[in-house]
């Protein structure tokens, strides 16, 4: 290959994750729009953009730049100023080690894909914790402590539910995964795809796990002292983050890029069940209520961890059985 | 109480399952928000939006302005000579000066426009005529007059109820006759 080639190849791979990370969460913004408006039985946005108001996020887009950018005299600056890019940043790079095709449709093709997704996504933490306590606001700074406690306890039964897909395939690799899977999967690693799905709701902080949120407790938690474009940008983190658990539960637990066509149109069913899985996510918001936070941590510690415990025993037999047979 | 769910026992969790169903009805059923600005509203033909005035079936009896009970309806006239050929004396009537409705002291009652006997007032359908200044409310007899053209034609009876008064009464002279 062409010394010249190796680096339009690279630039080409991190324009198309980089698109991806602004396209899809607006995707995802605009059909929550829709689909929450709908399920309320209302219209939605109908006027930006002429056409059942699809510009409406490219609107709130301009009127957040417009808006003034305040920093709270009492506030860290710096750590507050960096919060919301230290929130974005994890998803990008998630972003670009998830498959979306077969063969080498990847952002980059990781060995130890799955490690680095669950590492770089427990930052978010981080960034949550950097904008409550930076906020000087004790709404920010209890909203912040749910945060954390909320992100320590669930990031327990992600990665074993994780783990089980991980040793049923045998490879930590995304792409090997995918590669891996079969359809008699779907039961299998039935009870793992359901705690992952769950604790990742739980990941993202989204309802009806907005605890560290709870406009009707904490004003708006962690988020009470952004206005303008850090606001957006830890908005933004949201979506991302709602298109990052979608499309790793697609990859890890409903086969990624595997259908009619495989070949061909692998690209078009990985983001066929990142969408619908998408959809549930915004499905739960509107049907489900917040839990409470002693609730928040019964569910994670006496539901989500034995079950995912007991889903790593069932993949560890099967896979013995397998291998002995 | 709880309600109670499958053969008397209520699951758990079966609450969740009801509102993912209730939610996800109500987004395959098809919205009823009507898009006011964009789209009319279908109003019922005997909406109460405007008074409307026939100026020249008015006789100034001045039964709506006693009968309002709000007092919005300001009226003000003078008397008239009309000779008549042939006639002994010439015969004196009413003429319109001043037929005025405050809007913003109608509580749209309709009593005006039951009393009136002359069918000089009517219900219009048309609502957009909210003003900045609250003395703009005041229609006088020209803006009263130009609702006229929004006055839908009258309902037709209903063929299952009661025939009016003026049927009965007809088909009772021509039975008896």
């Known amino acids: 290959m062409l010394p010249g080639m190796q680096w339009l190849e690279l630039a080409l791979r991190v324009g198309a994750v980089t698109v991806a990370f602004l396209v899809l969460p607006l995707l995802v913004g605009q059909t929550e729009h829709k689909v929450m408006a709908h399920m309320q039985a209302r219209l939605g946005p109908m006027y930006a953009g002429g ?3 699809w510009a409406q996020l490219v609107a709130d887009g301009v009127k957040f730049i ?25 998803y990008l790079l998630a972003l670009a080690v998830i498959p979306l095709g077969p063969g080498d449709l990847v952002g980059e093709p990781l060995d130890i894909g799955l490690f680095f997704v669950l590492a770089i996504v427990g930052v978010g933490v981080v960034a949550v914790l950097m904008a409550a306590w930076s906020s000087a606001n004790k709404y920010s700074l209890l909203g912040g402590l749910r945060a954390a406690a909320q992100l320590m306890g669930y990031e327990l039964p992600f990665v074993l539910a994780a783990a089980s897909v991980a040793m049923a395939a045998g490879t930590l690799s995304l792409p090997g995964i995918v590669e891996a899977w079969e359809p008699w999967w779907l039961i299998w690693q039935l009870p793992a795809a359901i705690v992952f799905f769950i604790s990742g709701l739980a990941e993202i902080r989204r309802p009806p796990f907005d605890m560290p949120i709870a406009d009707s407790e904490l004003v708006f938690g962690y988020l009470t002292e952004y206005t303008g474009m850090r606001f957006a940008f830890f908005l933004l983190a949201e979506y991302v983050g709602i298109v990052v658990i979608s499309a790793l539960t697609a990859t890890l637990f409903l086969g990624g890029w595997h259908g009619p066509m495989a070949e061909s149109l692998g690209w078009l069913w990985m983001l066929l069940k990142t969408a619908a899985v998408a959809f549930v996510v915004i499905w739960l918001r509107v049907a489900w209520p917040r839990l409470r936070e002693d609730q928040l941590q019964r569910l994670c510690w ?23 047979s | 109480m709880r309600p109670k769910g499958v053969f008397g026992v209520s699951v758990p969790g079966s609450g969740l399952g009801k509102g993912l169903a209730v939610t996800i009805k109500t987004l395959v059923t098809r919205s009823t928000t009507q898009q006011y600005p964009d789209v009319k509203p279908e109003l019922p033909p005997r909406s109460r939006g405007v008074i409307a005035l026939r100026e020249e079936n008015c006789t100034v009896c001045m039964l709506c302005a006693r009968e309002c009970p709000d007092w919005c309806i300001y009226i003000d006239s003078h008397k008239e000579e009309v000779v008549v050929p042939g006639a002994a004396r010439p015969r004196q009537r009413n003429v319109l000066d001043q037929f005025d409705i405050d809007f913003s002291l109608c509580m749209y009652c309709g009593i005006c426009i039951e009393v009136c006997p002359f069918d000089a007032l009517f219900w219009s359908p048309e609502f957009e005529y909210a003003e900045h200044d609250i003395r703009n409310l005041l229609h006088n007899k020209d803006r009263l007059g130009e609702w006229m053209e929004t006055v839908p034609p009258p309902q037709p009876h209903d063929h299952r109820g009661e025939p009016s008064k003026e049927e009965a009464n007809a088909a009772k002279k021509s039975g008896a006759a």
Do not use: N, Y
């Not at chain 1, 079950?307 to 013995?320: G, I, P």
């Open chain 1, 66 to 90: 417009q808006k003034e950018d305040i920093t709270p005299r009492a506030a860290d600056s710096p750590v507050f100023k960096l919060a919301p890019g230290v929130a974005l940043i994890p």
């Open chain 1, 302 to 324: 006496l539901v989500l961890v034995p079950v995912s415990l007991l889903q790593l025993v069932l993949t560890a037999a099967v896979r013995v059985a397998m291998v002995q």
């Open chain 1, 51 to 53: 056409f059942h108001g």
